[in-house]
């Protein structure tokens, strides 16, 4: 059948009554499209949290393989972001969206039978490309289809549900690890993001502006604007310079782990089990604090969490530069590390719902894709600065350079967010 007919009948397909499971799908439109394929992928990417540094020490590639192990997906991330936001607006949101759930498996299940570091290395950047693909994609389908004083919650929603199944991941990874051996967090990694493609492919709905006008047949309004006039703006640069620094100071937790589950395994040689435990403790105290954000964010504004929250991280990261200097014993390292997560949990959503509000509806895939490009640029250069602090100075010196510089850069994002940036929830 050629392409426009199948567009046509894709629009014929909408237009019929829902029935059965379909019908139950759409009254729960957010839980089955939204939530659930979050939750799936929080969980299996929990899986594989507290593995990373171990599999890191087993190839005797140490601390600064572990940061690798950290920036390469991020790296994909920055790689694969502008590409994403092109393609969103000309093909569509859910062929992207069904595309990075099957890429995510096939890359998780790919390290299983990799023979080296740098093959494992390989499927995590794939790993990362993949992952992005979908966060971006998911990110711009709220934008399209959500009244701008329920963005937050929706945002904030996803990410919440999201870290409970990380919450789940971490401590039922590692104790796979301890009893199967480090890859096999991976295969559960696999199936998880092969059973969230479900979802995206039976109740997504596209959304992306061009590609409905083009099933209506409407020619003009389905020819996509690639100026920059629409992006270069006072508001957005402020955006993404600010994006781009609190990227660079949280861009380290990852499952309520990244660069601090790798420490805490060097500094203090804790295994899978001890290390899946405290990942998940972060998850418990981080699901309320994130979906109250989202509250906070549709009531009061953006700026009431994000200034805040920015300024809490860098007191976590500079508490944790301490620990680092004087070595000082694992409680102080649980202290650093509640209070960075507790930021980074009221932070969750908060930048991609500004964005959201600032993003020009002809162009989102566009806009999100540069927007996700800085953000990802932000968070590879976290475990950047962390790879390269531990590579070039010894002992406790690397880390503490590290966690300190990751605390300029949040403090530096608070103030320019409070000072400089207008408040963009509308009131009306």
Do not use: C, H
């Not at 990380?166 to 009893?179: K, M, V």
């Not at 070595?327 to 908060?350: C, D, Q, R």
């Amino acid at each position: 059948m050629p392409p426009d007919e199948q567009e046509a009948q894709a629009s014929t397909d909408e237009a019929k009554p829902a029935t059965g499971m379909r019908r139950w799908a759409e009254r729960n439109e957010a839980l089955v499209s939204l939530l659930l394929p979050a939750f799936l992928l929080g969980m299996g990417r929990g899986f594989i949290v507290p593995v990373l540094p171990l599999i890191a020490i087993d190839f005797g590639a140490g601390a600064a393989g572990a940061g690798l192990m950290l920036f390469v997906p991020m790296l994909g991330g920055v790689i694969v972001s502008l590409p994403t936001g092109y393609l969103m607006d000309r093909i569509g949101r859910r062929k992207l969206l069904i595309a990075s759930t099957l890429l995510l498996s096939l890359s998780a299940l790919l390290v299983l039978q990799a023979s080296s570091f740098t093959e494992i290395l390989i499927y995590l950047g794939i790993n990362g490309l993949a992952q992005q693909m979908w966060q971006m994609t998911r990110l711009t389908v709220i934008a399209d289809s959500s009244a701008q004083n329920r963005r937050g919650r929706m945002i904030t929603g996803m990410a919440g549900v999201n870290r409970a199944g990380t919450l789940l991941g971490p401590l039922a990874g590692g104790a796979i690890a301890e009893l199967f051996g480090l890859r096999m967090p991976f295969l559960v990694f696999g199936i998880m993001a092969l059973l969230a493609t479900v979802p995206s492919y039976l109740f997504v709905r596209e959304t992306a502006p061009a590609v409905l006008a083009r099933r209506r047949g409407d020619t003009a309004a389905a020819q996509v604007d690639i100026s920059w006039a629409r992006l270069i703006t006072k508001a957005v640069v402020v955006l993404f310079a600010a994006q781009f620094m609190a990227n660079v100071g949280r861009g380290g937790v990852q499952g309520q782990g990244g660069i601090y589950v790798a420490y805490a395994a060097f500094a203090y040689g804790l295994d899978a089990l001890a290390l899946g435990g405290i990942s998940s403790a972060m998850g418990i105290i981080g699901i309320p604090v994130t979906l109250m954000a989202g509250q906070v964010m549709d009531r009061f504004g953006r700026k009431r969490t994000i200034v805040p929250a920015s300024a809490l991280l860098a007191v976590g990261l500079w508490i944790m530069g301490g620990v680092a200097w004087s070595e000082l014993g694992l409680p102080f390292f649980i202290l650093g590390f509640i209070t960075i997560n507790l930021a980074v949990s009221f932070m969750a959503g908060s930048m991609q719902t500004l964005g959201s509000d600032v993003a020009p509806a002809a162009a989102r895939g566009k806009f999100f894709g540069v927007n996700r490009l800085i953000a990802e640029a932000g968070s590879a250069t976290n475990p950047g600065i962390f790879t390269l602090s531990v590579a070039l100075i010894a002992g406790a010196g690397g880390f503490t350079v590290a966690f300190a510089s990751m605390g300029g850069f949040a403090i530096a994002a608070s103030l320019l967010i409070g000072l400089v940036l207008r408040e963009t929830l509308r009131k009306d």
